[in-house]
């Protein structure tokens, strides 16, 4: 009775923690979503949080020049009104940048010879005994009230940009050799790894380990540099997508490699002796019946790996650069936010458009995710 007690508290306390490591990872999700959706005047001036509370925007405007005035009762009468179209109510108001909120709305301020006056609806008027000059309106500041507003403008901005298909079409050219060639590669590797003896078989176990730990960017120059020096011997060109493919299969194999290995070297032993009596060669072994039972290894791989080189911009600028024809969708993107990087609008709709596809391919193979990182690790 005490051990069911035990056991009950236990699966108690881990179902809360996941739970809770699921909200964790699905807030940001959830406010990176809601912030794709609003207007960018809101969003710049406010977190996703209080999307759906009013808020606060200090505004300026510049009212009708003086050709838009009337001649109304005896006196020069210019009339507007600040919201436009935009729904809101003003709450204060002033006529100076020092002084943006000097006056309260429907109060009457003079300025220069002219009187004006701001009301709540964003209505305002300005009037003077002599016919007023220049040919600019004043400038009207004013604190106003907006409700919320949603829009699916951000994500039409994107959409339209000019060569945006082409980069999405660049990233897929980039991804899929970039993912299964490592997979293959690494398949091979870690059968013979796992099932093969020969000598220094454990040094080279150690070795796709120790990669595990390089920095990428530690390698990226002399990778650069050796891939430049092959080329110019073959005759081949830097700029290709032949050469993101190997750095990205270069990048890949250790993590591939290591994954593969513990999953195949934890099957059982039997088939695989079995097969051999019956005199099947390493690699009927391997194509017949390594492959098939590694298929959840393979997939969370692949998993990782397209996740990975789909979101890359670092290794895509070095090996293909910023030419149009080459570009990445991440690329693009990037340029899209202009070069202070402040539009963040523009930010938070391309981060949902450039999720979609990696979302497709984690749901299709996420039941085999668990149990290919699990594999090997319990015996």
Not at 145 to 156: A, G, K, S, W
Request: glycine share 10%; net charge neutral; aromatic share 10%.
């Amino acid at each position: 009775m005490v051990t069911s007690k035990k056991g009950s508290a236990l699966t108690l306390v881990m179902h809360a923690s996941v739970l809770f490591l699921v909200i964790l990872w699905t807030i940001p999700t959830a406010g990176l979503f809601i912030s794709s959706i609003r207007d960018k005047d809101q969003l710049s001036v406010s977190g996703w949080w209080t999307a759906l509370s009013t808020s606060e925007q200090r505004l300026v405007e510049r009212a009708l020049d003086p050709t838009h005035q009337q001649f109304e009762e005896g006196r020069w009468v210019i009339k507007g009104n600040l919201m436009g179209n935009s729904d809101g109510e003003v709450v204060r108001f002033g006529v100076s940048s020092l002084q943006p909120e000097a006056h309260a709305v429907g109060e009457v301020v003079d300025r220069k010879g002219k009187q004006i006056q701001v009301f709540a609806n964003g209505d305002y008027t300005i009037s003077s005994d002599e016919e007023m000059s220049g040919r600019r309106g004043d400038r009207i500041f004013f604190t106003a009230e907006i409700p919320p507003r949603f829009t699916l403008d951000n994500y039409r901005e994107v959409l339209s940009s000019e060569g945006l298909g082409q980069s999405f079409i660049n990233s897929l050219t980039v991804t899929i050799p970039a993912t299964i060639i490592p997979i293959l590669i690494a398949a091979f590797a870690a059968y013979a790894l796992a099932w093969m003896k020969f000598p220094g078989r454990a040094l080279l176990i150690a070795g796709v380990v120790g990669l595990l730990v390089v920095p990428l960017q530690m390698s990226l120059i002399p990778l650069l540099k050796t891939y430049n020096l092959v080329g110019e011997f073959f005759g081949v060109g830097s700029k290709t997508y032949v050469g993101i493919w190997l750095a990205h299969t270069g990048f890949g194999l250790p993590l591939a490699v290591y994954l593969l290995r513990n999953y195949i070297a934890g099957l059982p032993g039997e088939i695989i002796e079995s097969a051999r009596v019956d005199g099947a060669s390493d690699f009927d072994i391997f194509r017949k019946i390594i492959l098939p039972l590694s298929f959840p290894a393979l997939a969370s791989f692949a998993i990782f790996q397209f996740l990975w080189v789909w979101n890359d911009l670092l290794v895509a600028m070095v090996f293909l650069g910023n030419n149009e024809e080459h570009l990445v969708l991440t690329g693009r993107l990037r340029e899209l936010l202009g070069s202070r990087g402040g539009n963040w609008e523009i930010l938070t709709a391309s981060a949902f458009i450039t999720i979609i596809v990696p979302l497709c391919v984690f749901f299709g193979l996420q039941r085999y995710l668990v149990r290919g990182l699990l594999a090997g690790s319990v015996k």
